[in-house]
């Protein structure tokens, strides 16, 4: 496999139910990050981590915990979510943290919320 | 703060006609600008990409020209496909939080036959 896989790629929940979403990248990259992205908002950034590291918590309701156990794989384990977290689920991840790297991104998870 | 606005879209064209999307930033520092297209069912992908003020970018006939004087980063293409149908995000990135991405909302392209 090469680039950016998540998995699965769409989840139905309910509120009550505990899943985990899955990202893993085959790129040699170091850092990685989960969004949200919803409709007609800008996408949400969530999680940075660099070298395993979490770096960036923007703000983001504790029923979202990540973890990142080596710089390839990164998990977003969800608990007692809510409806308006129906939202497709993207993982990205770069080299380093200069200005000009791109960010490669997954197809996502498009999760719902019941 | 940094931020990015783009276009309010749907945008709909007819195949062979010239695309603009516009693209404006608000930013701290000297950005890189980016612009990304989603097809549908599929994550981001770099479409192109500028890393200072007159730089232009350019992949697939796409074109965007970094103008730090109008904050601007516009994409053009003179002669759309069917295939361009897609979602298209501006985004920047400045030096003092590189690995944080800004992204516009998104301006959603049709190009019909």
């Known amino acids: 496999e090469t680039g950016v896989t998540q998995t699965p790629r769409h989840l139905v929940m309910g509120m009550t139910n505990k899943k985990s979403l899955k990202c893993e990248q085959h790129?040699?990259?170091?850092?990685m990050y989960w969004y949200k992205q919803s409709a007609k908002k800008p996408l949400e950034l969530m999680f940075v981590?660099?070298?395993?590291?979490?770096?960036e918590n923007n703000s983001v309701p504790s029923r979202f915990s990540p973890e990142c156990p080596n710089s390839s794989h990164l998990f977003l384990h969800l608990h007692t979510l809510q409806p308006e977290d129906s939202a497709l689920y993207l993982c990205a991840s770069s080299q380093g943290q200069r200005k000009d790297n791109e960010q490669f991104f997954g197809p996502g998870t498009r999760l719902t919320v019941l | 703060g940094n931020s990015v606005t783009q276009m309010e879209g749907p945008v709909t064209l007819s195949e062979e006609a010239f695309l603009t999307i516009n693209c404006t930033y608000t930013a701290t520092g000297y950005p890189s600008l980016f612009w990304y297209v989603q097809y549908p069912g599929e994550g981001l992908q770099l479409l192109l990409k500028?890393?200072?003020?007159?730089d232009k970018g350019s992949n697939k006939g796409f074109e965007a020209t970094y103008r730090k004087e109008t904050t601007s980063f516009h994409l053009e293409k003179g002669s759309v496909q069917v295939s361009d149908s897609a979602v298209y995000f501006c985004a920047l990135s400045d030096q003092y939080t590189g690995n944080q991405f800004y992204f516009g909302t998104g301006t959603s392209l049709t190009v019909i036959p």
């Open positions: 981590y660099n070298f395993k590291e979490q770096t």
């Open positions: 790129l040699g990259h170091n850092a």
């Open positions: 500028a890393t200072k003020a007159d």
